[in-house]
């Protein structure tokens, strides 16, 4: 089975607690004009990676952060008072995932992922029909059945086109549980690179993935609120421009999302080469979104941990975590388009039509017992913009290609240039490291 970042299936275990994101202390140290070792761009988890393995070869990496916390899309977010992950949750294909050795080094507990309570699904706000959900488990695992069979070795195509002869009525069930998987519409997304992408089994973080990435950057030089706005580039060093001056550096490794590079927040001098410019036009962001609601009182008879899944329209398909672990926390997630018209709209409008969503769900009296809403919207993050990275029909070399060093000193590192593991926290961690490991051959 392909990583799943929301599962519609499953439960997961998060327990509350103070963010260690929020607990750590920011260095405040001015990244005034001045010669560095290495400068790596962004916090999170690639990062962090590259930045440990930089030093562990005895280099003295910088890092350079936009936000004033550390993790990136790795984020606890306990702003609703009980904490849960607002980005990454489960530590996918856990057999061979670095975060299961780096959490047991820090002491941190994972555990496997629980079973929930169990799973309704509605249409429209109603029961769904025993016939239309006939139709729906018809659907299930239409894709990997078809990837085991389908000849993708002459030429690449959609994940829609590889569905194509379901039909009109069968074809958008079954590519529906992508939005919740890869974030994605089905026609935009790579049969090959989806094909590829690891499985395997996922433990959670009791106490938070986003605190545990959090976590692991202790002891690092990372300077937040440091935005990177440009970056020159040549055989004799980088000089990189952030909001309080300029750093030489021998190399840097540039982490920040595909999303972030795409939408020209960084100027590079000269303009990247055209093989990366390439691939960087073959690789978009997904949208997966979570919002989730702080509820009180009344918890209309539903056990804690179970599953509401709105699947009326295969487009807005919305998997909702009922009080999961008990905590006072209903968690909304959803993808594609739909995510991204929401995101735009903003946290008002996307909490009425959420909220609209369950009181249909669970009777009128829901709307009362939310009393706050928190809804990182990845798309219009300006950091982030966008879940992770998706490769388009066609393209499923641009991860390879975007990994390339670029004349030698700068290196894109991230969850984007991870392969198999792309598109996870764990790939973004071996993708920094990887990319370390090639910097620290430079000359100091
Ligand atoms: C809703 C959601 C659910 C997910 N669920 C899972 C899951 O269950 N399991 C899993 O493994 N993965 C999951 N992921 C994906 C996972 O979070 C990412 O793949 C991973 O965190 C990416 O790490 P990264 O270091 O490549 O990028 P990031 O974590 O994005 O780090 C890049 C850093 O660069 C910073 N930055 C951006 N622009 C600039 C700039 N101009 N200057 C300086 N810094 C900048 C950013 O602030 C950020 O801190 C999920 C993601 C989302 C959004």
Redesign the pocket.
């Known amino acids: 089975m392909k ?4 599962r519609i299936d499953r439960r997961k275990l998060l327990s509350g607690g103070m963010s260690m994101a929020a607990a750590f202390a920011v260095t405040g140290r001015p990244a005034a004009a001045s010669d560095a070792d290495i400068v790596v ?9 590259a930045a440990r393995t930089l030093r562990e070869a005895g280099r003295k990496p910088i890092v ?4 004033r ?7 606890t977010d306990a702003s609703l008072g009980p904490a849960y ?8 294909w856990a057999e061979r ?1 670095p ?1 299961v050795q780096i959490a047991r080094d820090l002491g941190i507990a994972t555990a496997a992922e629980s079973w929930g309570s169990g799973f309704k699904v509605f249409a429209e706000g109603r029961p769904m029909a025993d016939e239309d959900r006939r139709r729906r488990r018809a659907a299930f695992g239409q894709i990997d059945r078809r990837l085991e069979t389908v000849d993708l070795g002459q030429r690449d195509m959609s994940i829609a086109e590889l569905l194509g002869d379901l039909g009109p009525d069968q074809a958008p069930i079954a590519a529906s549980g992508l939005l919740l998987s890869i ?1 994605e519409e089905s026609s935009r997304i790579s049969a090959r690179d989806y094909q590829r992408l690891w499985a395997g089994d ?1 433990l959670v973080v009791p106490s938070g ?1 986003g605190n545990l ?1 959090a976590a692991s950057a202790t002891g690092l030089d990372i300077r937040l609120d ?4 440009a970056i020159r580039w040549g055989s004799r060093g980088v000089t990189v421009t ?1 909001r309080s001056g300029e750093i030489r550096a021998q190399g840097c490794i540039v ?3 595909v999303g ?1 590079l795409k939408a020209g ?2 100027r590079f001098t000269p303009e990247l080469p055209a093989a990366t410019r390439d691939a960087l036009a073959g690789i978009h962001m997904g949208a ?3 919002i989730a609601f702080r509820v009180e009182g009344d918890r209309f008879g539903i056990a804690p941990g179970t599953s509401f899944l709105e699947a009326g329209a295969p487009g807005r398909l919305v998997n909702f975590d009922m009080f999961p672990d008990g905590r006072d926390l209903v968690i909304g ?1 959803f993808g594609g388009d739909y995510a991204r018209k929401l995101s735009e709209a903003g946290t008002e409008e996307a909490r009425t039509q959420i909220v609209d969503m369950l009181a249909q769900m669970v009777g009128g009296d829901f709307r009362k017992t939310v009393k706050a809403v928190s809804f ?1 919207a ?1 798309w219009t993050d ?3 913009r ?4 998706v490769c388009a029909p066609g393209h499923e070399g641009a991860r390879a290609a975007l990994a390339q060093p670029i004349g030698g000193r700068l290196l894109i ?4 240039t ?1 392969g198999g593991g ?8 071996l ?2 490291r990887a990319a370390a490991a090639t910097l620290a051959r430079l000359k100091a």
């Open positions: 990583p799943r970042h929301a761009i962004g916090a999170g988890a690639a990062g962090i990676a350079l952060e936009a936000r916390r550390i993790g990136g899309r790795a984020f992950d607002a980005g990454a949750m489960f530590i996918h995932n975060w974030g996922d993935y990435v440091e935005p990177v706005s952030s982490t920040v999302p972030v927040a960084i997966l979104t979570k997630y990182p990845w300006p950091f982030a966008g879940s992770y990275s590192a991230g969850e984007a991870a792309a598109m996870t926290v764990g790939g973004a961690t993708a920094g």
